[in-house]
Structure formats: C-alpha cells, structure tokens
C-alpha cells in the first residue's frame, strides 16, 4: 500500500504528529491533492522555529507562511545559538505578530534586543485568542521608562491568562 492510497481523514490524522518545517518540506508540492490537504484542510498549525536551520526558516517563510498565517494558533520564536537573530530577520520579511490572527499562544526564547522584543509585544494588542505569552531566558538592556511601558504592554494584553 502506498500513502496516496490512503484515505485524506487517515492523513490529515497523520499529519498532526509531524511539525510543520517537516510537513510541508515533505507533502507540499508532491500533488494537487496533498497541497489541499495541507493548505485548505487543515485547521490549525504549530509554528516552532526553536533550532530550525537558517535555511529551513528561509523556506517556510518565503513559501508556506503566508499561506497559513491565518492558521497558525502557536508560535515559537528564538534567538538562541543555533538560530541567532531570527527574530529580527523574522521582521525583516515584512512579517508582523498581529497577522497571525488565530495565536492563542506565543513563546519568545532568547531574545536579547528590547526593541525587538517590545515591538512584538505590541503587535500581540491584536490578537483576539492570545491567552499564553512565554518569555524564556530574554535578556536585554533598558531603560526605568521602557521597563514600565513593556509591562503595561504586556498586562494590557485582553485575554492573557499566564
């Protein structure tokens, strides 16, 4: 039996365990009918660009988030040693928080730049579903004024609940 055989309820049910770097390097591309799948029937996608490679994060970027955005309900983003930078080259692409529309969860790993890490803050006011915000090991430089904005930023967030 080959996967194509397979009926699309057995392979959407598949491809929730596979993340989705994986998913679309794999699937996206190899039919019409594995595109729809991926495109059209699923409902919801778990971003995590925690130790993706340069090239990886380049891809899904420039080829599948916008055709998911509006999808994506957890997004992690990170700045550690394997992936130095990428929340600011992450903005570079023109790409803003607050277009990831259905975010109920948003975790920031390792970011050392305040500007960058307040301007995503920000961003999130839109965000009708955020209910978690994650900040693991962000370190940066401020300022006594910057620190009480952020935090107001961050309370003001309506539907936090962590």
């Known amino acids: 039996?080959?996967?194509?055989?397979?009926?699309?309820?057995?392979?959407?049910?598949?491809?929730?365990?596979?993340d989705i770097i994986h998913l679309f390097h794999a699937f996206h591309g190899l039919n019409t009918r594995f595109n729809k799948l991926l495109i059209t029937k699923l409902t919801s996608y778990n971003l995590d660009f925690r130790s993706v490679s340069k090239y990886n994060f380049d891809?899904?970027?420039?080829k599948y988030l916008p055709l998911i955005i509006n999808k994506i309900?957890?997004?992690?983003?990170?700045d550690n040693d394997e992936t130095p930078n990428?929340?600011?080259?992450?903005?570079?692409?023109?790409f803003?928080?607050?277009?990831?529309?259905?975010l109920k969860s948003f975790s920031l790993y390792n970011i050392q730049s305040f500007?960058?890490?307040?301007?995503?803050?920000?961003?999130?006011?839109?965000?009708p579903?955020?209910?978690?915000?994650?900040m693991i090991k962000c370190f940066f430089n401020y300022r006594e004024n910057?620190?009480?904005?952020?935090?107001?930023?961050?309370?003001?967030?309506?539907k936090l609940t962590h």
């Open 129 to 134: 579903y955020l209910t978690h915000l994650n």
């Open 73 to 78: 309900i957890s997004f992690h983003l990170s």
């Open 146 to 158: 910057e620190i009480k904005s952020l935090m107001n930023n961050i309370w003001n967030l309506p």
């Open 1 to 18: 039996m080959h996967l194509e055989c397979l009926a699309n309820e057995l392979l959407l049910d598949l491809f929730q365990y596979i």
């Open 86 to 94: 990428l929340s600011k080259i992450f903005l570079s692409y023109g």
């Open 96 to 102: 803003t928080i607050n277009q990831f529309i259905n």
């Open 59 to 62: 891809n899904v970027c420039q």
């Open 115 to 127: 500007d960058i890490f307040n301007q995503l803050i920000i961003q999130c006011n839109h965000l």
